[in-house]
């Protein structure tokens, strides 16, 4: 079995030979292909448009792939072109991947055969990107040693989530999920000034694809403290400290490079932000509004609401406080480990950032009405928390209980898939049939 790396922090076996690190990457990028291609597939299988074509191209042209698309294309504008929305509203991570793209389906090599290189360049751009993250989830999870039955159960929960299909959709998603995995998979391996360009190199991308990347911050915040506390000088402390805090300060670069273009050339340091509360007029709940009581009030019923022409299926009054005793839970958990200097307890952090991620979400796009608390679109976002909880869970109960409790956990996770399954394509046909706002 591949041996574990060591960590910043952490204590891991020796770095497994090399012969073997290439024989899962290329097994892992095969298997990052297959999945891909599956999704895709299901996208385009239950669509009713008329031919592949036309329903593989609607992938990239919904909703916020719009804005992307016209990014792409001619750079920011404060110009409303979709509704009441300006491509200002939009990180540009995610554009400035698909550009080079574009460019190239833009040659006459390309130009003859695809009729919409916006589009296409956004699809590509996002299922190329899918793959790469596939890659490093389960590179991550055989450097823990994880048995390859796992990692499927894995992947197939990752699936069986209503809003996976994002992945291979024309979205940021999967580049930020792959900066954020490769955040993790480079962070998990010795600390070094190659490996911490690295990871900063990760922590731009998403800080720049997503606002949720801002919260990554705290993996290296966390697992630095943790290994300051295990190390014997104060010297070997500080430089730990000193290590982890430059990494997580790269957690804001791609975001501060955005906000100072947009002050270079529209004079308006928070623009993204004006033009997210004027286009979705989003007001948020308050930077403590996740302290109000009214938030969990609901969460015994399932809301259906009117945002979506009538199909939107409203569930934040159960992710919110389920997100909360799951990610406190493996949070209690991830401290038992770093007690026992285990390298598991790395989960802790990605509690952590997962948990930044749900409150970034409710203090941008919640909002309190007088019946309770509701996000429009956090079951979209609730697929890329997912993604990174489902490996890390899977991770910290190996190593916390004793393998007849595993297994009886894994089981119930096991029973889920079917109903969740289910639930993933209902949702999947709503998007592509009914138009459901993503």
Same mark, same amino acid.
């Given at each position: 079995m591949e041996g574990m790396e060591s960590s910043p922090g952490m204590r891991f076996s020796v770095e497994a030979p090399r012969p073997i690190i290439a024989?899962?990457?290329?097994w892992s990028l095969l298997i990052g292909v297959l999945l891909v291609i599956y999704q895709v597939a299901c996208s385009v299988l239950i669509s009713d448009r008329a031919t592949w074509s036309e329903a593989y191209r609607f992938m990239g042209g919904t909703y916020d792939a719009n804005w992307y698309a016209v990014i792409v294309q001619g750079g920011y504008s404060t110009t409303k072109t979709f509704g009441n929305i300006a491509s200002v509203a939009f990180m540009p991570g995610f554009p400035i991947a698909a550009h080079p793209v574009y460019w190239l389906l833009k040659t006459p090599l390309f130009s003859w055969l695809v009729s919409y290189p916006p589009q296409i360049s956004l699809l590509v751009t996002a299922q190329v990107c899918a793959v790469v993250a596939w890659v490093y989830l389960i590179l991550i999870m055989r450097r823990f040693a994880v048995p390859p039955f796992l990692i499927g159960l894995s992947i197939v929960m990752i699936l069986a989530q209503p809003f996976?299909?994002?992945?291979?959709?024309?979205?940021?998603? =999967?580049l930020f999920l792959l900066a954020v995995m490769g955040f +993790?998979?480079?962070?998990?391996?010795?600390?070094? &000034?190659?490996?911490?360009?690295?990871?900063?190199?990760?922590?731009?991308v998403a800080s720049a694809s997503r606002m949720h990347g801002l919260a990554l911050f705290t993996i290296p915040l966390f697992c630095g403290i943790i290994g300051a506390l295990h190390d014997s000088t104060w010297p070997e402390r500080l430089r730990r400290l000193l290590y982890n805090g430059l990494l997580a300060l790269s957690a804001f670069s791609g975001a501060v490079i955005h906000f100072?273009?947009?002050?270079?050339?529209?004079?308006d340091w928070l623009l993204y932000f004006h033009s997210q509360m004027e286009g979705w007029g989003h007001q948020g709940i308050g930077l403590f509004g996740i302290f109000n009581w009214k938030i969990y009030r609901p969460w015994w019923r399932s809301f259906v609401s009117g945002y979506a022409e009538g199909n939107w299926v409203e569930l =934040?009054?159960?992710?919110?406080?389920?997100?909360?005793? +799951?990610?406190?839970?493996?949070?209690?958990?991830? &401290?038992?480990?770093a007690r026992r200097k285990r390298p598991e307890s790395?989960?802790?952090?990605?509690?952590l950032f997962v948990y930044g991620m749900l409150y970034l979400t409710m203090v941008g796009v919640g909002k309190l009405h007088d019946f309770g608390f509701t996000v429009v679109g956090l079951s979209r976002y609730e697929f890329v928390m997912m993604f990174l909880l489902f490996p890390f869970l899977?991770?910290?109960?190996?190593a916390l209980f004793r393998p007849a409790f595993c297994y009886a956990i894994f089981g119930a996770l096991g029973l889920l898939v079917i109903p969740l399954m289910l639930y993933h394509f209902y949702?999947?046909?709503?998007?592509?049939?009914h138009h459901i706002a993503l």
């Amino acid at each position: 079995m591949e041996g574990m790396e060591s960590s910043p922090g952490m204590r891991f076996s020796v770095e497994a030979p090399r012969p073997i690190i290439a024989r899962t990457v290329v097994w892992s990028l095969l298997i990052g292909v297959l999945l891909v291609i599956y999704q895709v597939a299901c996208s385009v299988l239950i669509s009713d448009r008329a031919t592949w074509s036309e329903a593989y191209r609607f992938m990239g042209g919904t909703y916020d792939a719009n804005w992307y698309a016209v990014i792409v294309q001619g750079g920011y504008s404060t110009t409303k072109t979709f509704g009441n929305i300006a491509s200002v509203a939009f990180m540009p991570g995610f554009p400035i991947a698909a550009h080079p793209v574009y460019w190239l389906l833009k040659t006459p090599l390309f130009s003859w055969l695809v009729s919409y290189p916006p589009q296409i360049s956004l699809l590509v751009t996002a299922q190329v990107c899918a793959v790469v993250a596939w890659v490093y989830l389960i590179l991550i999870m055989r450097r823990f040693a994880v048995p390859p039955f796992l990692i499927g159960l894995s992947i197939v929960m990752i699936l069986a989530q209503p809003f996976s299909f994002i992945m291979v959709w024309g979205y940021s998603e =999967s580049l930020f999920l792959l900066a954020v995995m490769g955040f +993790l998979y480079w962070y998990t391996k010795p600390e070094g &000034l190659r490996n911490g360009l690295t990871i900063q190199a990760h922590a731009l991308v998403a800080s720049a694809s997503r606002m949720h990347g801002l919260a990554l911050f705290t993996i290296p915040l966390f697992c630095g403290i943790i290994g300051a506390l295990h190390d014997s000088t104060w010297p070997e402390r500080l430089r730990r400290l000193l290590y982890n805090g430059l990494l997580a300060l790269s957690a804001f670069s791609g975001a501060v490079i955005h906000f100072s273009y947009l002050y270079w050339k529209f004079g308006d340091w928070l623009l993204y932000f004006h033009s997210q509360m004027e286009g979705w007029g989003h007001q948020g709940i308050g930077l403590f509004g996740i302290f109000n009581w009214k938030i969990y009030r609901p969460w015994w019923r399932s809301f259906v609401s009117g945002y979506a022409e009538g199909n939107w299926v409203e569930l =934040s009054g159960i992710i919110v406080p389920v997100f909360t005793v +799951l990610c406190l839970l493996l949070f209690v958990g991830s &401290l038992v480990l770093a007690r026992r200097k285990r390298p598991e307890s790395i989960s802790g952090s990605v509690v952590l950032f997962v948990y930044g991620m749900l409150y970034l979400t409710m203090v941008g796009v919640g909002k309190l009405h007088d019946f309770g608390f509701t996000v429009v679109g956090l079951s979209r976002y609730e697929f890329v928390m997912m993604f990174l909880l489902f490996p890390f869970l899977i991770i910290q109960v190996r190593a916390l209980f004793r393998p007849a409790f595993c297994y009886a956990i894994f089981g119930a996770l096991g029973l889920l898939v079917i109903p969740l399954m289910l639930y993933h394509f209902y949702y999947l046909n709503l998007a592509v049939n009914h138009h459901i706002a993503l």
